[in-house]
């Protein structure tokens, strides 16, 4: 198994896909549809254009959907729900199916379309997805964070070293479980190993992290820093789509 990191959906190469993808977006969107899978929502279908979300959430009667959105950490106005984790309750997902956009996650999912697999993980399930490919060996594993607009996000890259941390040891990286595909899952690793007893002041200090807490979204925040609250992993079936993978 080979595992690479990319810090953007952007910075991932153009000349084919790997046997994996993990999408990675922590503050929010991994976190929010690991989230609402756990508590029994029955799809996430994730779109990065909010008119074809509309349209085709209208196939399905209201009292069984829900419609996410989000831009700039702000709920979309004629939206059901934000992108908050907390929203994610039982009452209110159990069953329903969820159709989400968002400002960076969505991206990275449909990105990761063509890989034959595409997991979605955050801090809050990383060992599921950890266990998953030490089952599977992958032969090519890409772990994508979404960043913001474009750009590396701290949060998103210790997520990263939190999994790839599981495989190599940077005392001698080259004499772990896989091969490292490139140099950014060695500063992955370093990021994780220096702040896992401190996520949160991490996300606290991270430039989107700032704008939730701007936002009044600290709860959010320190939701999102717990580490394996869930067992759940959440698997791309087909492009968009999210289902719960046991």
């Not at 953007?8 to 993990?22: L, Q, R």
């Amino acid at each position: 198994m080979e595992i690479f990191v990319y810090y953007t959906p952007e910075s991932t190469p153009d000349n084919g896909y790997p046997d994996c993808v993990v999408a990675i977006d922590v503050l929010r969107a991994t976190s929010t549809i690991i989230t609402a899978l756990h508590n029994g929502a029955q799809s996430v279908k994730a779109y990065g254009d909010m008119d074809l979300l509309t349209q085709e959430s209208e196939l399905l009667p209201p009292n069984v959907r829900l419609r996410l959105g989000e831009r700039g950490g702000k709920k979309v106005d004629f939206c059901d729900l934000g992108n908050s984790p907390l929203d994610c309750t039982p009452e209110v997902v159990a069953g329903k199916h969820i159709f989400m956009s968002t400002t960076n996650g969505t991206r990275t999912l449909q990105k990761a379309k063509g890989a034959s697999v595409v997991l979605v993980g955050a801090i809050i399930n990383f060992q599921a997805v950890v266990d998953y490919l030490q089952k599977h060996q992958p032969h090519k594993v890409w772990l994508v964070a979404s960043g913001w607009e474009g750009g590396y996000s701290l949060e998103d890259a210790v997520c990263a070293g939190a999994i790839a941390s599981s495989f190599f040891s940077l005392d001698n990286p080259h004499n772990g479980k896989a091969k490292v595909g490139n140099d950014e899952v060695i500063a992955a690793i370093s990021l994780y190993q220096q702040w896992q007893h401190r996520l949160l002041d991490l996300f606290k200090l991270s430039s989107h992290g700032q704008r939730l807490l701007n936002l009044g979204l600290e709860e959010d925040l320190k939701y999102c820093a717990q580490k394996n609250i869930t067992r759940i992993l959440p698997i791309q079936t087909e492009t968009g789509i999210v289902v719960y993978h046991d």
